[in-house]
Protein backbone atom coordinates (compact mmCIF):
# COMPACT_ATOMS: atom_id res chain seq x y z
CA UNK A 1 0.00 0.00 0.00
CA UNK A 2 1.35 3.44 -0.85
CA UNK A 3 1.48 6.77 0.65
CA UNK A 4 -1.33 8.33 -1.54
CA UNK A 5 -3.56 5.27 -1.39
CA UNK A 6 -3.23 5.18 2.13
CA UNK A 7 -4.21 8.85 2.34
CA UNK A 8 -7.22 8.04 0.26
CA UNK A 9 -8.59 5.98 1.76
CA UNK A 10 -8.27 7.47 5.24
CA UNK A 11 -9.60 10.68 3.95
CA UNK A 12 -12.32 9.21 2.56
CA UNK A 13 -13.11 6.93 5.67
CA UNK A 14 -13.57 10.25 7.33
CA UNK A 15 -15.96 11.48 5.18
CA UNK A 16 -17.85 8.05 5.62
CA UNK A 17 -18.03 8.46 9.30
CA UNK A 18 -18.81 12.26 9.20
CA UNK A 19 -21.67 11.23 6.71
CA UNK A 20 -23.18 8.67 9.48
CA UNK A 21 -22.72 11.33 12.09
CA UNK A 22 -24.68 14.16 10.13
CA UNK A 23 -26.99 11.86 8.96
CA UNK A 24 -27.67 10.56 12.77
CA UNK A 25 -27.73 14.21 14.02
CA UNK A 26 -30.53 15.21 11.44
CA UNK A 27 -32.60 12.17 12.19
CA UNK A 28 -32.16 13.35 16.57
CA UNK A 29 -29.98 10.44 17.40
CA UNK A 30 -27.18 12.09 18.15
CA UNK A 31 -27.57 16.13 18.08
CA UNK A 32 -24.01 17.07 18.90
CA UNK A 33 -22.93 14.81 16.41
CA UNK A 34 -22.90 17.32 13.61
CA UNK A 35 -20.22 19.47 14.89
CA UNK A 36 -18.02 16.60 15.25
CA UNK A 37 -19.32 15.92 11.85
CA UNK A 38 -17.64 18.87 9.92
CA UNK A 39 -14.39 18.19 11.98
CA UNK A 40 -13.73 14.95 10.24
CA UNK A 41 -15.30 16.14 7.12
CA UNK A 42 -12.65 18.92 7.50
CA UNK A 43 -9.62 16.48 7.99
CA UNK A 44 -10.84 14.09 4.95
CA UNK A 45 -11.10 17.11 2.90
CA UNK A 46 -7.61 18.41 3.95
CA UNK A 47 -6.13 14.92 3.17
CA UNK A 48 -7.91 14.15 -0.24
CA UNK A 49 -6.73 18.08 -1.10
CA UNK A 50 -3.48 17.29 -0.24
CA UNK A 51 -3.35 14.06 -2.50
CA UNK A 52 -4.72 16.53 -5.37
CA UNK A 53 -1.67 18.63 -4.93
CA UNK A 54 0.80 16.76 -4.96
CA UNK A 55 -0.44 15.55 -8.32
CA UNK A 56 -0.98 18.77 -9.59
CA UNK A 57 3.09 19.64 -8.79
CA UNK A 58 4.03 16.82 -11.53
CA UNK A 59 5.20 18.10 -14.52
CA UNK A 60 2.45 19.53 -16.65
CA UNK A 61 -0.57 17.73 -14.95
CA UNK A 62 -3.81 19.46 -13.80
CA UNK A 63 -5.62 17.25 -11.24
CA UNK A 64 -8.79 16.78 -12.89
CA UNK A 65 -8.65 15.07 -16.20
CA UNK A 66 -9.88 10.89 -14.37
CA UNK A 67 -12.47 10.17 -12.83
CA UNK A 68 -10.82 10.03 -9.36
CA UNK A 69 -9.70 13.66 -10.01
CA UNK A 70 -12.54 14.57 -11.02
CA UNK A 71 -15.30 13.02 -8.43
CA UNK A 72 -12.92 14.05 -5.82
CA UNK A 73 -12.65 17.76 -7.19
CA UNK A 74 -16.52 18.01 -6.71
CA UNK A 75 -17.02 16.44 -3.54
CA UNK A 76 -14.29 18.92 -2.06
CA UNK A 77 -15.70 21.82 -3.79
CA UNK A 78 -19.15 20.96 -2.44
CA UNK A 79 -17.38 20.29 1.39
CA UNK A 80 -15.72 23.92 0.78
CA UNK A 81 -18.75 26.22 0.15
CA UNK A 82 -20.52 24.01 3.07
CA UNK A 83 -17.81 25.10 5.31
CA UNK A 84 -17.73 28.28 3.87
CA UNK A 85 -20.95 29.18 4.37
CA UNK A 86 -20.73 27.57 7.55
CA UNK A 87 -18.46 30.34 8.68
CA UNK A 88 -20.64 32.85 7.74
CA UNK A 89 -23.63 31.99 8.92
CA UNK A 90 -23.97 28.58 10.69
CA UNK A 91 -27.17 26.23 9.28
CA UNK A 92 -27.51 23.16 11.48
CA UNK A 93 -28.62 20.03 9.90
CA UNK A 94 -28.27 20.76 6.24
CA UNK A 95 -24.76 18.72 6.70
CA UNK A 96 -27.06 15.81 7.61
CA UNK A 97 -28.10 15.87 3.34
CA UNK A 98 -25.00 17.33 2.12
CA UNK A 99 -22.01 15.04 3.55
CA UNK A 100 -23.56 11.74 2.94
CA UNK A 101 -23.85 13.29 -0.97
CA UNK A 102 -20.44 14.24 -1.02
CA UNK A 103 -19.14 11.15 0.28
CA UNK A 104 -21.15 9.19 -2.52
CA UNK A 105 -19.06 11.25 -4.72
CA UNK A 106 -15.90 10.28 -3.37
CA UNK A 107 -16.43 6.82 -2.99
CA UNK A 108 -17.37 6.62 -6.87
CA UNK A 109 -14.04 8.44 -7.68
CA UNK A 110 -11.95 5.60 -5.74
CA UNK A 111 -12.12 2.60 -8.17
CA UNK A 112 -10.26 4.63 -10.47
CA UNK A 113 -7.22 6.28 -8.09
CA UNK A 114 -4.73 4.37 -9.82
CA UNK A 115 -6.34 5.97 -13.60
CA UNK A 116 -4.08 8.02 -15.77
CA UNK A 117 -5.33 11.67 -16.83
CA UNK A 118 -4.00 13.44 -19.83
CA UNK A 119 -2.02 16.70 -19.82
CA UNK A 120 -3.13 20.00 -21.46
CA UNK A 121 -2.01 21.35 -24.45
CA UNK A 122 1.13 23.59 -24.77
CA UNK A 123 0.33 27.05 -24.05
CA UNK A 124 -3.59 26.31 -22.15
CA UNK A 125 -2.50 25.68 -18.79
CA UNK A 126 -3.47 29.09 -17.34
CA UNK A 127 -6.76 29.46 -19.59
CA UNK A 128 -7.44 25.37 -18.66
CA UNK A 129 -6.81 25.68 -14.62
CA UNK A 130 -8.78 29.19 -14.37
CA UNK A 131 -11.55 26.86 -16.82
CA UNK A 132 -11.53 23.70 -14.15
CA UNK A 133 -11.42 26.33 -11.10
CA UNK A 134 -14.13 28.03 -11.80
CA UNK A 135 -16.25 25.30 -13.12
CA UNK A 136 -15.84 23.30 -9.96
CA UNK A 137 -16.46 26.33 -7.64
CA UNK A 138 -20.02 27.20 -9.68
CA UNK A 139 -20.88 22.75 -9.50
CA UNK A 140 -20.13 22.99 -4.98
CA UNK A 141 -21.78 26.08 -4.73
CA UNK A 142 -25.11 25.52 -7.01
CA UNK A 143 -24.78 21.63 -5.35
CA UNK A 144 -24.87 23.68 -1.50
CA UNK A 145 -28.22 25.59 -2.98
CA UNK A 146 -29.74 22.65 -4.51
CA UNK A 147 -29.54 20.39 -1.32
CA UNK A 148 -30.64 23.40 0.33
CA UNK A 149 -33.54 23.31 -2.00
CA UNK A 150 -34.22 19.61 -1.52
CA UNK A 151 -34.47 20.85 2.71
CA UNK A 152 -36.71 23.35 1.84
CA UNK A 153 -39.50 21.17 -0.03
CA UNK A 154 -38.52 18.92 3.35
CA UNK A 155 -39.79 21.47 5.51
CA UNK A 156 -42.64 22.76 3.32
CA UNK A 157 -43.87 19.29 3.25
CA UNK A 158 -43.15 19.10 7.14
CA UNK A 159 -45.61 22.50 7.76
CA UNK A 160 -48.12 21.28 5.55
CA UNK A 161 -48.32 18.47 6.90
CA UNK A 162 -48.25 19.15 10.44
CA UNK A 163 -44.89 16.77 10.86
CA UNK A 164 -43.36 18.93 13.41
CA UNK A 165 -40.53 16.31 14.57
CA UNK A 166 -36.83 16.12 14.83
CA UNK A 167 -35.94 16.76 11.23
CA UNK A 168 -38.35 20.27 11.60
CA UNK A 169 -36.57 21.15 14.60
CA UNK A 170 -33.49 20.36 12.55
CA UNK A 171 -33.46 21.88 9.88
CA UNK A 172 -33.14 25.59 9.07
CA UNK A 173 -36.62 27.58 8.39
CA UNK A 174 -38.20 27.89 5.13
CA UNK A 175 -37.02 31.80 5.44
CA UNK A 176 -33.57 30.84 5.66
CA UNK A 177 -33.51 28.21 3.05
CA UNK A 178 -34.72 30.12 0.54
CA UNK A 179 -32.39 32.95 1.83
CA UNK A 180 -29.21 30.38 0.93
CA UNK A 181 -31.08 29.18 -2.32
CA UNK A 182 -30.96 33.17 -3.45
CA UNK A 183 -27.61 33.80 -2.82
CA UNK A 184 -25.72 30.70 -3.89
CA UNK A 185 -27.26 30.38 -7.32
CA UNK A 186 -26.34 33.88 -8.00
CA UNK A 187 -22.43 33.26 -7.37
CA UNK A 188 -22.76 30.16 -8.96
CA UNK A 189 -24.41 31.64 -12.23
CA UNK A 190 -21.71 34.17 -12.63
CA UNK A 191 -19.04 31.72 -12.09
CA UNK A 192 -20.05 29.25 -14.55
CA UNK A 193 -20.67 31.95 -17.17
CA UNK A 194 -17.03 33.11 -16.65
CA UNK A 195 -16.07 29.24 -16.95
CA UNK A 196 -18.05 28.52 -20.20
CA UNK A 197 -16.68 31.76 -21.21
CA UNK A 198 -13.25 30.43 -20.74
CA UNK A 199 -14.55 27.20 -22.31
CA UNK A 200 -14.72 29.13 -25.53
CA UNK A 201 -11.62 30.72 -25.83
CA UNK A 202 -10.21 27.52 -25.35
CA UNK A 203 -11.67 26.06 -28.12
CA UNK A 204 -11.46 28.55 -30.41
CA UNK A 205 -7.53 28.54 -29.43
CA UNK A 206 -7.74 24.42 -30.18
CA UNK A 207 -9.58 25.19 -33.69
CA UNK A 208 -12.06 22.72 -31.81
CA UNK A 209 -15.03 23.81 -34.37
CA UNK A 210 -18.35 21.87 -34.66
CA UNK A 211 -17.17 18.96 -33.21
CA UNK A 212 -17.23 21.20 -29.74
CA UNK A 213 -19.99 23.68 -30.35
CA UNK A 214 -22.40 20.43 -30.99
CA UNK A 215 -20.97 17.64 -27.95
CA UNK A 216 -23.95 16.79 -25.43
CA UNK A 217 -21.47 17.58 -22.68
CA UNK A 218 -21.34 21.31 -23.62
CA UNK A 219 -25.20 21.62 -24.74
CA UNK A 220 -26.03 19.78 -21.07
CA UNK A 221 -23.84 22.79 -19.63
CA UNK A 222 -25.69 25.03 -21.59
CA UNK A 223 -28.72 23.52 -20.67
CA UNK A 224 -27.62 23.96 -16.99
CA UNK A 225 -26.58 27.39 -17.38
CA UNK A 226 -30.30 28.86 -18.73
CA UNK A 227 -32.04 27.04 -15.91
CA UNK A 228 -29.90 28.45 -13.11
CA UNK A 229 -30.49 31.63 -15.74
CA UNK A 230 -34.18 31.30 -15.33
CA UNK A 231 -33.79 30.58 -11.40
CA UNK A 232 -31.68 34.34 -11.12
CA UNK A 233 -34.57 36.20 -13.10
CA UNK A 234 -37.32 34.46 -11.03
CA UNK A 235 -35.86 36.16 -7.52
CA UNK A 236 -34.26 39.66 -8.66
CA UNK A 237 -37.19 39.95 -11.58
CA UNK A 238 -40.19 38.09 -10.54
CA UNK A 239 -39.18 37.91 -6.70
CA UNK A 240 -40.48 34.65 -6.83
CA UNK A 241 -39.84 32.37 -3.71
CA UNK A 242 -40.89 29.68 -2.22
CA UNK A 243 -41.49 25.85 -3.56
CA UNK A 244 -41.41 26.69 -7.96
CA UNK A 245 -37.94 28.41 -7.18
CA UNK A 246 -36.73 25.17 -4.84
CA UNK A 247 -37.76 22.75 -7.89
CA UNK A 248 -36.02 24.99 -10.63
CA UNK A 249 -33.10 24.56 -8.25
CA UNK A 250 -33.87 20.43 -7.87
CA UNK A 251 -33.99 20.49 -11.71
CA UNK A 252 -30.68 22.34 -11.95
CA UNK A 253 -29.22 19.62 -9.76
CA UNK A 254 -29.82 16.92 -11.99
CA UNK A 255 -28.91 18.68 -15.15
CA UNK A 256 -25.46 18.87 -12.93
CA UNK A 257 -24.81 16.09 -12.78
CA UNK A 258 -25.92 14.98 -15.93
CA UNK A 259 -23.53 16.98 -17.38
CA UNK A 260 -20.87 15.70 -14.81
CA UNK A 261 -21.19 11.99 -15.80
CA UNK A 262 -24.78 11.25 -17.45
CA UNK A 263 -23.52 13.05 -20.73
CA UNK A 264 -21.09 10.65 -21.51
CA UNK A 265 -22.65 7.93 -21.18
CA UNK A 266 -25.64 8.45 -23.54
CA UNK A 267 -23.59 9.62 -25.97
CA UNK A 268 -19.82 10.01 -26.94
CA UNK A 269 -17.87 13.03 -26.17
CA UNK A 270 -14.66 15.21 -26.27
CA UNK A 271 -15.11 16.85 -23.13
CA UNK A 272 -14.76 13.81 -20.72
CA UNK A 273 -12.35 13.05 -17.40
CA UNK A 274 -12.64 9.56 -18.82
CA UNK A 275 -10.49 10.35 -22.02
CA UNK A 276 -6.96 11.10 -22.21
CA UNK A 277 -4.93 13.71 -24.65
CA UNK A 278 -7.71 15.70 -26.32
CA UNK A 279 -6.07 18.80 -25.06
CA UNK A 280 -9.21 20.26 -23.09
CA UNK A 281 -10.48 17.38 -20.91
CA UNK A 282 -12.19 19.75 -18.30
CA UNK A 283 -15.27 18.76 -16.43
Known amino acids: MDIEFAVVILGVGCYVVSSLLAAASLLGFRASGERVALI ?11 VLISRGLRPGSIPAFNRFDAFTCYGLAISAAYLLWSAYRYTRGIAGILIPYATILLLCGVPALRQTGGAPAPGQGVLLTLHVMTAYAAFGLFTLASLSAV ?34 VGVAFLLLTVSIVLGF ?83
Open 40 to 50: LMGLGGAALAG
Open 201 to 283: VLVHKIGGGDAWLTDPKIAATVAMWILLAVFVHMRASADRHGRGVALVAVCGLACLLFVFVGAQLVAPTVHSFMQVGLGVNAP
Open 151 to 184: AYLMQDSNLKHKRFGVVWERLPSLGALDHIMSRL
